[in-house]
């Protein structure tokens, strides 16, 4: 028995250190600390169109933030995504964000973090060669309610940070988000009933949210159809854009290449490529080989 207890002491004391934000190598991509937070860098991954000149250019930006719960996840998730846009001449970036099983933190964190790594793309637009006035945020899930925080919620914000300098991105490309944390229905409502009024995306819109983009799967039991359409019919009610492509038969998830196959996750991404050729952010249709890239991109092949 003293040896089983020596060696739970000797876990409790090693799982926090292992647990840690880690540094990931996606080839390619330029690694940056945004914020340094709960003792942990925190970085973006960005990928920058073939000859892109900072000093020279200004293109528009997006920052994707992965899903799963506010508990865990990797920003490789949306790697395929962020690689695909830089082909369409966008700064694409991934960002790492607070979770519980990393850093022990709430959902609160995970807005704030997201708000950071918006304000710092538009602090270092200039350096970076990015429009500051197009910066989208796009993610899934849990990562879907971070980047749709960063579009509606007044408040959350890090004290650290410097307010003067927006934290609301440009547009939102939302995949199965959890955007309604509201007591009827709202997903994870009891991880933040104290303060959901605060950070529930769908209880924060008004004129001035940006124009967003939503995909769902119409068999996800976790955000039903009936709350996109509660969310679209809020945001035009609002005056803003908004845009549904729900999919029959699909499960929440299903955007993800490994989980929907390789046609539905083509599909979102055509729709979201015309939807950021609608608002003027992208040129003209994408080339065969470039849509073909991104479904046997490195990302691709590992999941």
């Known amino acids: 028995m003293r040896t089983i207890s020596i060696l739970v002491s000797a876990l409790h004391l090693v799982l926090p250190l292992v647990a840690k934000t880690r540094k ?88 704030a973090d997201g708000k950071s790594s918006v304000r710092y793309l538009r602090k270092h637009a200039r350096r970076l060669g990015i429009d500051p006035e197009r910066i989208a945020a796009g993610g899934g899930s849990a990562g879907g309610h971070v980047a749709a925080a960063t579009g509606t919620l007044r408040k959350l914000d890090d004290p650290a940070d410097d307010a003067s300098i927006s934290s609301k991105p440009n547009a939102l490309l939302l995949f199965n988000p959890v955007y309604d944390n509201g007591p009827e229905g709202g997903w994870g409502h009891g991880r933040v009933q104290g303060y959901w009024r605060d950070i529930s995306p769908a209880h924060n819109i008004d004129a001035g949210t940006p124009p967003a983009i939503v995909f769902l799967g119409e068999d996800d039991k976790l955000i039903p159809v009936s709350t996109a359409r509660r969310f679209q019919a809020a945001m035009r009610r609002a005056g803003v854009r908004s845009v549904l492509h729900t999919y029959p038969n699909q499960g929440h998830g299903f955007f993800n290449e490994h989980k929907g196959g390789t046609g539905i996750f083509l599909d979102t991404l055509r729709k979201m490529d015309a939807f950021l050729v609608e608002l003027g952010w992208l040129e003209g249709k994408p080339r065969k080989e470039q849509i073909q890239a991104a479904s046997m991109s490195k990302a691709g092949r590992k999941k």
């Open 24 to 111: 990931l190598d996606l080839e390619g991509a330029t690694a940056e600390v945004y914020k340094n937070a709960s003792g942990d860098d925190l970085y973006l991954y960005l990928f920058a169109p073939e000859g892109h000149v900072p000093k020279r250019d200004k293109r528009p930006a997006v920052v994707f933030f992965f899903g799963g719960g506010w508990t865990g996840g990797t920003p490789a998730q949306f790697e395929q995504h962020a690689r695909y846009l830089a082909s369409r001449g966008m700064i694409a970036a991934v960002a790492d964000y607070r979770v519980r099983s990393r850093q022990k933190t709430t959902p609160k964190e995970c807005v």
